[in-house]
């Protein structure tokens, strides 16, 4: 007959706990794996935000989205870039300093532009929207992501 463990337990033998041991190497490689995307991942996402905000100025252009929601969408932007460009060049994985430098100065140009979009046309949201997209596809294609042209 098969002891289960609570049958064990009841009879006042415990079960030896599992332990599971891994190699060292293997500890490694698996903290390696972990931070080794951080870079490309916060990259990814920022050029997402940023691309999104770019659109975003054009749709309230275009009308197909109200200034209200404009409003709201850039401060949901301003909310995920926070913090970024202080981090960018520090990450596991980040490029050689110069061009991590170069992004995190394109960061902060689009990050001044999502603390303050121009949503009504007093102002030249053109170049407001190019420098988004200029930032969010040099973030992409530094992430391993296209865009780069």
Not at 59 to 76: C, D, I, L, Q, S
Not at 77 to 85: C, I, N, T
Not at 139 to 147: K, R, T
Request: aromatic share 4%; glycine share 10%.
């Amino acid at each position: 007959m098969w002891a289960t463990a609570a049958d064990r337990l009841r009879r006042g033998r415990r079960t030896p706990p599992v332990r599971v041991l891994l190699p060292p190497a293997l500890v490694v490689a698996l903290v390696a794996a972990c931070s080794q995307g951080s870079f490309d991942r916060t990259a990814s996402d920022t050029a997402s935000t940023l691309l999104g905000a770019a659109a975003t100025l054009e749709f309230v252009h275009a009308g197909k989205a109200t200034v209200p929601y404009g409003r709201a969408a850039f401060v949901e932007y301003g909310s995920r870039l926070d913090g970024v460009a202080d981090e960018l060049a520090t990450l596991p994985g980040a490029p050689p300093r110069a061009e991590a430098q170069g992004l995190v100065a394109l960061v902060r140009a689009a990050t001044a532009v999502v603390d303050d979009p121009c949503l009504d046309r007093t102002c030249d949201w053109q170049r407001q929207q190019r420098i988004l997209e200029s930032a969010g596809r040099a973030l992409l294609a530094a992430s391993g992501g296209q865009g780069g042209g």
